[in-house]
């Protein structure tokens, strides 16, 4: 059917609220976006559908993912009446013990929260129950007790691939009422109203991004939504398209009826399957009630939506080489100006944002731009959904109002370092990014704040580092990196970089001179203001941060040859304490060079050969009794 | 080469937007690398000189245009992988695999295949399951919170036997 009163939408909305929320039935979702699907969410799923072929007061369906990576698999009971209840770590082996004990199922020790009412924002407030009353609520847990979720509002509650569901929470609501009660420039007006700023990097204003390219005049505009996702420890844009692809394509119509654009592209990375799965069906879904392609909701609007696929090119990320790459051509930046507002697709006016800029429109949309503003902070309104991963207890996704302090995210959300270790940075904004040490944990998260201490906002990617991660193998992680993803087109960065990370290989074999930091110096400025393209420009973050923070780290590697972190496998050593070694012998079983020997139950006996040793790290790893440790010049794990 | 497959695969990208990396990849899928002959074929019904075709191919890190091995053991090297360990995850599987760190193919590719064509080993830039750091990936299953003490036993539900 096609949608076109808003006596449609409510029929559909009444459907989809039946199956998020049935009267009389049972329903079981399981976690299903691919992280909770790499740890086994995929068999807990089936082995559910297999003992629940007869049970008709059970409806089982898929959810995308709540963000709480940490205790994945997840899944959610709804008892009606009740409420959901979040089971954690669930294994194939629990299902039985879950659907046997619906009656007492807040008794079972593997729930880890309940959800009672949910606030999916374009919609009133739904209440799924308030009946279990020992079981505390998802919001009472420190991992979400900071966050607000504004981008993530239907995340891990609803099935992402069922339309119904999406409406049944309010969407599509904001494109009623933007096609029929709202002009484009009222619409830019409220964008631009509530001080979004472009989640995919640079910040830019999304409001005036939209007034410049509506005021091309052009017979096809195009709209890009860059879902390339390229920083390397990010991953917020695929569980956006995974859990709620039909935020973004929302987002995407209104978008293209505020700047006359009839054609959408989503550019997609190959990495994620999944996403573009779903996102396709969501477009189905869309197209079949009307949402998309001609007459859209009756207004006269018309507008689509394709996908194009990427296929592992950084550089792509950028606007101008991904205009390049959806053309089919090699994925290198053009100059700009021309901007693509002007010249971007095929040569026509082309509007470019990011997956999570586009989700946050309908709520614009919907709730106004003075509503928006009431988050964040004066010059970062909204939210902003950070992957916060490394080395922290609880990775996860966690969305906060921008103007949030680091030591928040880093401590409340992700509660510390993991088994006693201390955080010693923070590293935002991938490869373009630096690393914060803990010294400005104290620092509210904003676009001019990470930009102030060296780094970058990017995309949101979080990665904690502890006193085991070594900061100039970061510093040479992301220069290689760098140098790999470079296209090569401009002088700097394709040889300059190159230049760094071989100073940096050198410092990290215990080759390094004391002229090597002010040499990593200079190139870092050269690099940084002569590269064309924002690859080049920001590359030296990472080295530019860690020296400027850790040069401790630097000099202790040139001048001591040790590397105190223990990573650096040319300063390091592998050594086996005889004491605590009760001569197993599986460390000598799994070395993949032989190079341990001793005598079986001879402790004592047991010793590494350095020269045959690769330093592969097996023996550490598999011995049980902590008996290898792990050396550099009289630092040690031992 | 099945020329009506590929014939297929063309007349699916009615769309201009995407049409060569979609239909590359869709390649792929089939072959798990693109053959020679699939890429002159390619050229010619769309008109593209073969020469842009093969810079594409060499340019995007997804594509291979060597004949690949049964499994596709895929390391991510992220950001958040590095730091949990990444690199000694793939130390080990070329050990385990007998694949020699030195060899690389001729576009410069990290992309090595044992001996028996039963393996193929590479390295990724991030899977977006940085939160199960390390991962892998075989063929299409992704693989969290793997650990060397594991790798074996991963191993052998692709058929890997330890020599
Ligand atoms: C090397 C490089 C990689 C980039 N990668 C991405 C990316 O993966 N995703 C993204 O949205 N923006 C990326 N950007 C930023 C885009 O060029 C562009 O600014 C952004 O998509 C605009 O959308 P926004 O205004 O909504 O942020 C990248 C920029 C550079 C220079
Ligand atoms: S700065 Fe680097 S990535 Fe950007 S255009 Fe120049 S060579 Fe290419
Ligand atoms: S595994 Fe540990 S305890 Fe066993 S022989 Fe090796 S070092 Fe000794
Ligand atoms: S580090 Fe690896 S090569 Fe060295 S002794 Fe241990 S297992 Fe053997
Ligand atoms: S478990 Fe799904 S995003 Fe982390
Ligand atoms: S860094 Fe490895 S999956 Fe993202």
Redesign the interface.
Known sequence: MRINTLEDLKYIRETGLKKLKPKQKVRISVGMATCGISVGGDAVFEELKEKLKNREDIILTKTGCIGFCHVEPLVNVYIPGKGILIYHHVQPKDVEKIINNLDKAEQLDNVVCQIDKWDHITSDEIIYGEGFTNIPCWNELKFFKPQRKLVMRNSGIINPEDIDEYIAVGGYSALFKALKEMTPDEIIYEVKGSGLRGRGGAGFPTGIKWELAKKEKSDIKYLICNADEGDPGAYMNRNEMESDPHSVIEGMIIGGYAIGAQKGIIYIRAEYPLALYRLQKAIDGARHYGLLGKNILGSGFDFDITISKGAGAFVCGEETALIASIEGDIGRPRPRPPFPAQKGLWGKPTNINNVETWTNIPLIVKKGGDWFRGFGNEKSPGTKVFSLVGKVENVGLAEVELGTPIKTVVYNIGGGASSGKKVKAVQTGGPSGGCIPTKFFDLPIDYENLASVGSIMGSGGMVAMDENTCMVDTAKFFLDFTVDESCGKCVPCREGLKHMLFILENITKGNGKEEDIGTLEELSETVKTTSLCGLGQTAPNPVITTLKYFKDEYIEHINNKRCPALVCTALIEFEIDQKKCTGCSVCAKRCPTKAIEGILGKGETFKIDQNKCIKCGTCLEVCKFDAVIKTSKGVSNG | MNKEQIEDIIRKYD????????I??DIQEIYKYLPKESLEFVSEKLD?PLSKLY??AT?????NLKPVGEHIITV??????????AK?IL??LM??LKIDVNETTEDGKFFLTTEDKHFSLNT??????????P?IRVD?K????V???ELPKILKTYGWKSK
């Open positions: 769309n201009h937007e995407g049409r060569i990396l979609g590359l990849e593209i810079s594409i340019f995007y890190s997804f594509f991510c090297m992220g950001t958040a992988c590095h730091v949990r360990g000694d130390n080990n050990e385990l990724a830039r991030c899977f977006g399951c940085c939160s199960m750091a991962v299409d992704i693989y969290g919170y650990t060397i003490k």
